[in-house]
């Protein structure tokens, strides 16, 4: 915000690498409209410094103790240093004293195990992009091997810019140069009128370049149910929003708090997991200043110390609680198979005893505004098959697929009844999902339903690729089997003459897993008159993944392919074939993931 500028108008680093990667912190990514903090949708919640300005009154906070205390007192998991640029006292009439200033608190927020982000705090960035350039990359050289970093390339564009014309160019330029050194971490970019257009941003995106985030700007005493409606058409657009920089009072940083506003927009921000800065650590004479006059400028501040706009702040800060679900929420790779009970967080539902086939637990109890979360990891880009196991007395349920934190929705599903609540019957949808580790939501709209399982498969095709398809007759040890040549379509030797107890290992041909998941394996098998039966297993015996019975193919060379799904971890398997009982020949055998 401009605040303090027209009160005072009245009145060097190293270029070497930072050393290895720093991980006190999870990185932080973004995955759609959401930020993810260690690979699972979360938010941030801290304070914003005032301008680094020489002489300006957040100056004297800029310092190791400040930060210190944001983290002990406060709770704070974010701080923001605010380069002050082309104002009085900035960075290009003076940009040691301002660099100075702004790496004492990126310094003691990395000691601190606190994201920091580097402000470059200037209504017309654009103008000086040669400049903003030469100092993100400086930055990205000193910190780009810290988690905890992150670049907001510019702060507030006023009304007389534009997105297309000027800041979107500006951004390009400048994320590129932060890019070429380094590759990751978040980058916020700023839009048009101070930063309250992230809609129009978001109908002409940056494109090119992963992690970047887009700045909302809100001041509750000014900004209400219209701002967080052109938020939530940024988001629904795909955008990732943080608001780098709030306030209780006005716009122009003076007036009462505007306690009821404030807390409509807490509400709202904790909905859609926006990290947040409150604006701003100093004690100039306005009333978003979070210190009264002549506060301690090393922390240890009393409640006195505070104005009203700081306790509101801090009470906010401290009551976050916007971090991720707890690290033993381990992301399941894809496809798989996810049971219910078997959330990250829920709200609402039970737990209870199911008669359904595989056993176990179900969710019951299940009423609208329900939900669950499932931590995922989608192995590539594509559509998805979604399906749910699901019990319900009488019809009229259903429920949706979403991101975590609810939006993006993915699709719906309605759920008919089943004749009561044990009574279970499969419904699906597909659904198109980005790759990487993400945290998917099932959120109910109308309740009366059980849900035992989901189960989320490749549904176009792409995942139909073998991992590998080895030849029955190249075991590297067997025992009572021979082998025999073969008129299937390929030719060479399958294996025959197979009788109870005898068995093959392929040991000698290794199968890498990639991942946990859902696997189907295909077995190429012939029998004159049927009813034998194998188990399929790990060399050696244990475990055993499947039994699989052989129907008759009307002779010894008429072939035909029986298929069997389970779960494989990942990592290298030797498998085996076991004979319980005989009257069949096998030619090969092949593992795809997914269910095929």
Not at 288 to 314: C, D, H, M
Not at 538 to 559: L, M, R
Request: charged share 15%.
């Amino acid at each position: 915000m401009s605040s303090w500028r027209a009160v005072l108008a009245a009145a060097l680093l190293s270029a070497a690498a930072a050393g290895p990667a720093l991980a006190d912190v999870p990185a932080l990514s973004v995955r759609g409209n959401q930020l993810l903090v260690g690979g699972t949708p979360g938010s941030l919640s801290g304070v914003s410094y005032y301008w680094s300005n020489n002489g300006w009154p957040g100056a004297r906070f800029y310092n190791a103790s400040t930060v210190g205390w944001l983290k002990s007192d406060w709770k704070a998991t974010v701080v923001r240093a605010a380069m002050g640029v082309d104002e009085a006292g900035g960075y290009l009439q003076d940009p040691a004293s301002n660099k100075a200033r702004l790496k004492a608190v990126v310094d003691a927020a990395i000691a601190n195990d606190l994201y920091v982000i580097i402000d470059w705090h200037s209504h017309y960035a654009y103008q000086y992009q040669a400049q903003a350039i030469e100092f993100f990359q400086e930055m990205a050289r000193t910190y780009g091997k810290n988690n905890h970093v992150i670049y907001e390339i510019y702060n507030e564009p006023k009304n007389d810019a534009s997105w297309s014309g000027n800041v979107k160019p500006y951004a390009q330029a400048v994320i590129g140069a932060i890019r070429a050194i380094d590759p990751d971490n978040l980058v916020i970019v700023g839009s048009p009128n101070w930063s309250q257009d992230a809609d129009v941003a978001s109908r002409d995106p940056i494109t090119g370049y992963a992690n970047i985030a887009y700045t909302l700007h809100f001041y509750a005493g000014t900004h209400g149910q219209f701002l967080r409606d052109k938020a939530s058409t940024a988001m629904a657009n795909g955008l990732a929003l943080f608001v780098t920089e709030w306030g209780s009072v006005n716009a122009d940083g003076n007036g009462g708090v505007a306690t009821d506003e404030t807390n409509a927009w807490v509400a709202f921000m904790k909905a859609h997991n926006l990290s947040n800065a409150n604006w701003a650590l100093d004690d100039a004479p306005e009333g978003s200043a979070a210190l009264a006059s002549g506060a301690s400028s090393t922390g240890g501040w009393p409640e006195s110390a505070l104005t009203a706009s700081g306790k509101l702040a801090r009470s906010i800060v401290r009551g976050w609680g916007g971090t991720p679900p707890p690290a033993a929420c381990a992301n399941t790779a894809l496809p798989a198979k996810l049971q219910a009970e078997s959330w990250c967080q829920m709200s609402g539902v039970q737990v209870e005893t199911t008669t359904d086939a595989d056993g176990g637990s179900n969710l019951g109890y299940i009423d609208a505004g329900d939900w669950m979360t499932y931590a995922v990891d989608v192995p590539a880009d594509g559509n998805y098959r979604v399906s749910y196991r699901v019990a319900a007395a009488a019809g009229g349920a259903s429920l949706q697929l979403e991101q975590g934190g609810g939006t993006p929705v993915f699709g719906t599903v309605d759920i008919a009844g089943t004749g009561g609540w044990q009574n279970w019957s499969t419904v699906s949808h597909v659904v198109a999902l980005k790759a990487g580790k993400q945290v998917l939501g099932v959120s109910t709209k109308t309740g009366g339903f059980n849900l035992n399982w989901l189960q989320v498969e490749r549904a176009d095709g792409s995942g139909s690729t073998p991992l590998a398809t080895v030849k029955a007759s190249s075991f590297s040890q067997m025992s009572g089997v021979q082998t025999e040549a073969t008129t299937d379509s390929g030719g060479g030797q399958s294996v025959g003459y197979i009788d109870a107890g005898d068995w093959l290992s392929y040991a000698g041909t290794p199968i890498t897993v990639p991942s946990t998941g859902t696997y189907t394996i295909a077995f190429r098998v012939a029998s004159l008159n049927g009813g034998g039966w194998f188990s399929f297993e790990e060399a050696g015996g244990a475990p055993v993944y499947a039994t699989v019975s052989v129907p008759a193919t009307g002779g010894w060379q008429n072939w035909t392919t029986i298929k069997a799904t389970l779960t494989l971890t990942a990592g290298t398997h030797k498998f085996g074939f076991k004979a319980q009982s005989g009257g069949w020949n096998l030619n090969w055998f092949s593992v795809t993931p997914g269910v095929q």
